[in-house]
């Protein structure tokens, strides 16, 4: 390929997609609202810091924003969100225990090979590289979790987040969520 063809390729070549209909716009943002609320609260229970509940919100308001507002999306259906998540936080604690004293080396490792696990395992998730990093990056107070991160706070949060989703995504007509399960 020349230098004049690679820079045609950023043009791109089709026009913006329509804007959501309304009742879409509606659900999506009565979803994410509910979902991350319930998420804010648990993490009140769990009494984190507001740091670390602040890193509860970034992780999952990118989750929020897939399976509320993009449910027929393959990387929001049940095994992506789930799986991707739970798979992506093991390889976060893990790189954070055994990379200890190289914090840059042990974001990176985390990131790329959560990727890795999640490609492998058929369960992308995008926000699953930032389930990832915060295991990394978190507070001392998330990193004395160690393992128990996978199931609480993330664990307890997606579970939260998917019931959240299967109720919201389906008490509107035009929409059905999941749509797949496996």
Same mark, same amino acid.
């Given at each position: @390929? &020349?230098? #004049? ?8 070549? #089709? ?6 209909? *309304? %009742?879409?716009?509606? *659900? ?18 769990? &009494?984190? #810091?507001?740091? &670390?509940? +602040? ?21 929001? $259906? ?21 990379? /200890? &004293?190289?914090?840059?080396? =042990? ?5 790329? +090979? =959560? ?9 992308? %998730?995008?926000?699953?590289? =930032? ?9 001392? %107070? ?5 393992? *128990? ?11 939260? @987040? ?10 509107? $007509?035009?929409?059905?969520? /999941? $749509?797949? *399960?496996?």
């Amino acid at each position: @390929m &020349d230098v #004049k063809n690679y820079f045609l390729k950023m043009r791109g070549g #089709k026009n913006c997609p329509p804007r959501a209909p *309304w %009742h879409e716009i509606f *659900w999506s943002t009565l979803g994410a609202f509910l979902g991350i609320l319930a998420i804010y609260v648990i993490g009140h229970l769990h &009494d984190l #810091k507001l740091e &670390d509940s +602040l890193f509860l919100v970034g992780s999952f308001g990118a989750t929020a924003v897939l399976v509320y507002a993009i449910p027929l999306s393959p990387f929001a $259906q049940p095994r992506n969100l789930v799986g991707g998540h739970l798979l992506s936080a093991i390889v976060g604690v893990s790189c954070a225990l055994f990379l /200890p &004293d190289n914090t840059a080396i =042990a974001a990176a490792s985390a990131v790329a +090979l =959560a990727v890795l696990v999640m490609h492998i395992s058929r369960t992308l %998730h995008p926000p699953g590289g =930032a389930t990832a990093l915060i295991a990394v990056m978190g507070s001392e %107070h998330i990193h004395v979790l160690g393992y *128990w991160y996978v199931l609480s706070p993330i664990g307890l949060g997606v579970l939260i @987040m998917l019931i959240i989703a299967v109720v919201m995504n389906n008490l509107s $007509q035009h929409r059905r969520y /999941p $749509q797949y *399960w496996c």
